[in-house]
C-alpha cells in the first residue's frame, strides 16, 4: 500500500480594491508591492524557513537574513513573459558552525518548495557565519 505524502493547504484573497489576506490574516503591502515581488519575497522565507528547519535536525539554530533578485522577460522556448534568472542572497549565522555545512545547504535548496516550483531554477549565494560559501 503506497503512503500518502503530508499536504499542506494555503488560502490567499486578493481585492484589487483593497488588502490581502492569508488565511484569514490581513496583509498590508503597499502599491509598490508587484506580484513579482510577492514571488520574490516568498522565495527568500522560504530558503530561510527551509535552512532553519534543516538546521533545527541537527541540533542548529539559525539567523539572518536573504534577499532574492529576477529578471522577467520573453522566455526563448515559448515566448512568454516569466522570471528567467533568479538570484537568492542569503547572510545567516549557524550556531554552533555545522560539520557538513555543504550538506546543509543543500537541503536547504531542496527543501524549499518555492523554489523547487519554479521553472527557472534559482541561484542560490550564500554567507555563512561571515564566510561567502563557494
Same mark, same amino acid.
Given at each position: 500500500?503506497?503512503?500518502? @505524502?503530508?499536504?499542506?493547504?494555503?488560502? *490567499?484573497?486578493?481585492? +484589487?480594491?483593497? #488588502?490581502? !489576506? @492569508? =488565511?484569514?490574516?490581513? $496583509?498590508? #503591502?503597499?502599491?509598490?508591492?508587484?506580484?513579482?515581488? $510577492?514571488v520574490l519575497a516568498g522565495l527568500?522565507?522560504?530558503?530561510?524557513?527551509?535552512?532553519?528547519? !534543516?538546521?533545527?535536525? =541537527?541540533?542548529?539554530?539559525?539567523?539572518?537574513?536573504?534577499?532574492?533578485?529576477?529578471? *522577467?522577460?520573453?522566455? =526563448?522556448?515559448?515566448?512568454?513573459?516569466? $522570471?528567467?534568472?533568479?538570484? *537568492?542572497?542569503?547572510?545567516?549565522? *549557524?550556531?554552533? #558552525?555545522?560539520?557538513? $555545512?555543504?550538506? +546543509?545547504?543543500?537541503?536547504?535548496?531542496?527543501?524549499?518548495?518555492?523554489?523547487? !516550483? +519554479?521553472?527557472?531554477?534559482?541561484?542560490?549565494?550564500?554567507?555563512?557565519?561571515?564566510?561567502?560559501?563557494?
Amino acid at each position: 500500500m503506497a503512503t500518502r @505524502a503530508k499536504t499542506f493547504d494555503y488560502t *490567499v484573497n486578493v481585492n +484589487l480594491a483593497g #488588502p490581502m !489576506s @492569508a =488565511d484569514g490574516s490581513a $496583509l498590508a #503591502p503597499d502599491a509598490a508591492w508587484t506580484p513579482e515581488h $510577492l514571488v520574490l519575497a516568498g522565495l527568500a522565507q522560504c530558503s530561510l524557513k527551509s535552512l532553519e528547519y !534543516s538546521a533545527a535536525r =541537527d541540533g542548529l539554530t539559525v539567523s539572518g537574513g536573504a534577499s532574492a533578485s529576477g529578471v *522577467v522577460t520573453r522566455r =526563448d522556448e515559448d515566448g512568454r513573459f516569466a $522570471l528567467v534568472a533568479i538570484d *537568492v542572497r542569503l547572510d545567516v549565522t *549557524v550556531d554552533p #558552525p555545522p560539520a557538513d $555545512l555543504a550538506k +546543509l545547504l543543500h537541503f536547504a535548496e531542496k527543501g524549499c518548495f518555492v523554489g523547487a !516550483s +519554479l521553472k527557472a531554477a534559482p541561484t542560490y549565494h550564500w554567507t555563512v557565519n561571515g564566510s561567502v560559501v563557494a
